[in-house]
């Protein structure tokens, strides 16, 4: 144990936590996004998986990162056109549609790794952006100022989005749709198209996750994702609604995936335990959902069709 | 006007949704590819000139990952491409969850084929249910030592210990730290095989400490990368990895220039100036034994292990990594020690 309380092993462990939390953040800002304005998306994995695939065949292709990232941002704004149609325009079960969206996601992208890539190759990943002087700060820079663009962009999105949602008026229709869409919708407010906005801005975050994942890790393989986007939406829940609790969340959930891979790594984790203290992260996390469930509402109206009559 | 332009919008959206859920639907359905790629049934894929479809023995393969994975699934879909006969193949890849695997399993059998693979440690059950229907088709199962008793299923699995301690003795003679790390996916099958054996031959060659961590995971390869991560930044200064989610790994090892081993297939396309050597699965060795008993009348019923000694494995060393000659000396008299019995690699 004494191994692991060293300055060096701890400070990067705490950079791998942030690395592992930047996917949760900006597919868990987009969800937050979206279900704050009464829409649930069960599809934020399948968005990922695409968004993730597209990025790397264009990275894979084009040899441009910054390309990659268009593409991959694209991709989900274009899920969040479709599943705005479904959900918002043809007022489908939003559940349904969500996982429908998810399974066309999965199956697509891994169908299209095989047919334009097949066996796994490496592109460029995205370069760590050190921060002048701060990075040159011993252990502190490692684990806070040497990260890749795509990081600080998403600690850089909590603000925005709270800015987006307080301190605009589009976020108070947002809220409105989501609390009260007949009283919104009674006040002039068109509760479809903020709704149809907030589903768009939500999978365009889903896509820029799965983008940030598959540039971080510079290969793509079916399934890449592993569960992160479904893990995205219950740090929705855990974060209560508010985007510092889902980057809390977010944080809780990668820096205690990072400590038990690195105390499995020194030995600290018995094997014995491997495969159990993998789960770890989810158990810690759900008990913490538990707690906090109890205090905090959803907004009323999520999952709620509207329409006006 | 308007609400004819309306009206011509709302068409034209229906339309559009209408091919949105026939694509969910498609791909909840699984996909189909010609060359046996994605997760889905395939078309038979594998024909030789001048033979007909119907002369052909037809093999199907169901597997958990995909089928160029340059790991566990994809060793045996080259090995069937690797028999001496032609054969008509179709596969299912990518089917980690058991109950579509145990759909495929009984849906080629009842389709005619005369072979069924299931390529993975975790179908036996399926396959204890379904073999019993089909009296006349052979199972294959793997990675398993033992048949469960059925009269119509064969075994096969890999001393992956053997491959495991010659690539031990390898990493260990070139490592300067003496200290080697280990990325596992979750402690089961030949993953702890080839683990326990790699351990073993680095030890017996003088590393100080081989590192072991098990991901939990055969598919997460973020977690993989992390992991790699922290066994460098722990002292690693070599790396290997068993199972399909390795890439994450050995992606962090070529960015820190750390040498790699690999299992189950040739990694070198990763990286082919850090890639030092592959434990390659033949299990068209055993392929052959278990197709020959079948002409012959024997569906079934015993079980087959490839290892160094009958060739089903093999260790292939990456020229376009600059070996040094003692390192290879020691991992050819590891492969000499295996097969002649001196060495025992689970010891």
């Known amino acids: 144990m004494s191994d692991f309380f060293t300055a060096t092993v701890l400070f990067s462990t705490l950079a791998a936590g942030i690395r592992l ?69 043809f007022h489908a079960e939003q559940g349904i549609s969500g996982i429908g969206i998810f399974l066309f996601g999965l199956g697509f992208s891994d169908l299209m790794f095989q047919e334009k890539v097949g066996t796994p190759k490496f592109t460029s990943k995205l370069p760590s952006v050190d921060i002048p002087l701060l990075s040159d700060i011993p252990h502190v820079g490692v684990a806070f100022f040497q990260h890749s663009a795509m990081t600080y962009a998403a600690f850089v999105m909590v603000p925005l989005v709270m800015i987006l949602l307080r301190r605009t008026t589009f976020g108070t229709n947002v809220r409105a749709a989501g609390e009260n869409p007949e009283s919104a919708d009674s006040l002039g407010v068109s509760v479809a198209r903020i709704r149809f906005s907030a589903i768009v801005i939500g999978n365009t975050l889903a896509g820029v996750a799965g983008t940030a994942l598959v540039l971080e ?5 079916p399934n890449l994702t592993a569960g992160r986007g479904f893990i995205a939406i219950a740090l929705v829940y855990f974060g209560a609604w508010r985007a510092p609790g889902v980057m ?58 509207f329409s006006r009559h | 006007m308007r609400n004819k332009n309306r009206s011509r919008r709302f068409k034209l959206l229906r339309f559009v949704a209408a091919v949105m859920a026939l694509g969910l639907l498609a791909s909840a359905c699984g996909d189909d590819s010609d060359d046996g790629g994605a997760t889905g049934t395939t078309a038979p894929a594998t024909t030789a000139a001048g033979d007909s479809a119907a002369t052909l023995l037809k093999i199907a ?56 693979v299931a390529h993975g440690t975790q179908f036996g059950a399926s396959l204890a249910e379904i073999a019993p229907d089909f009296p006349e088709v052979t199972f294959l199962w793997g990675t398993s030592t033992d048949t469960q008793g059925l009269a119509n299923v064969f075994a096969y699995s890999p001393d992956a210990a053997e491959g495991g301690y010659v690539n031990g003795v390898v990493a260990a003679a070139i490592s300067s730290s003496g200290s080697i790390g280990v990325v596992g996916p979750i402690e089961a099958g030949d993953a702890v095989t080839y683990i326990t054996g790699f351990n073993n031959g680095a030890l017996a060659n003088g590393a100080t400490e081989v590192s072991i961590t098990y991901t939990g995971s055969f598919g997460d390869v973020a977690l993989a990368a992390e992991a790699a991560t922290a066994l460098i930044t722990n002292g690693a200064d070599v790396l290997t990895g068993s199972a399909q989610m390795v890439v994450g790994a050995v992606g962090v090892a070529s960015d820190e220039g750390v040498p790699w081993f690999g299992t189950q297939a040739n990694q070198t396309s990763l990286d082919p100036s850090l890639v030092v050597a592959s434990q390659v699965y033949h299990w068209e060795v055993v392929l052959e034994e278990m197709i020959a008993q079948r002409k012959a009348g024997v569906l079934g019923g015993e079980a087959f292990e490839i290892n160094l000694a009958n060739g089903g494995l093999e260790i292939e060393f990456n020229d376009g990594f600059d070996l040094p000659a003692d390192a290879r000396a020691a991992g050819d008299a590891a492969i000499a020690g295996i097969i002649d019995g001196s060495i025992d690699p689970n010891g």
């Open chain 1, 21 to 89: 939390s930047t996917p949760f953040l900006f597919a868990g800002l987009g969800e937050m996004v979206g279900q704050k304005s009464g829409v649930l998306n069960l599809g934020v994995e399948g968005v990922m998986l695409l968004s993730a695939f597209f990025a790397y065949w264009t990275a894979l292709s084009t040899g441009s990162l910054w390309l990659a990232v268009l593409v991959g941002t694209l991709v989900g704004l274009l899920m969040g056109v479709v599943y705005g149609l479904i959900t918002v325009v």
């Open chain 1, 217 to 221: 890790l510079g290969i793509f393989q």
């Open chain 2, 61 to 116: 393969l169901v597997a958990p990952s995909a089928s160029d994975d340059l790991a566990f699934t994809q060793s045996m879909v080259d090995a069937i491409n690797e028999l001496s006969d032609p054969v008509a193949l179709s596969i299912t890849d990518g089917t980690f969850v058991i109950e579509e695997a145990a759909t495929a399993i009984r849906e080629y059998a009842a389709a005619g084929n005369e072979i069924v």
């Open chain 1, 248 to 305: 809390a969340g977010a944080l809780l959930y990668g820096v205690v995936e990072a400590t038990v891979i690195t105390w499995k790594a020194l030995g600290i984790i018995p094997r014995s335990l491997s495969d159990i203290s993998a789960m770890a992260p989810a158990v810690i996390t759900i008990a913490a959902l538990v707690i906090l469930a109890r205090r905090v509402k959803p907004p009323a109206a999520l999952t709620q069709p």
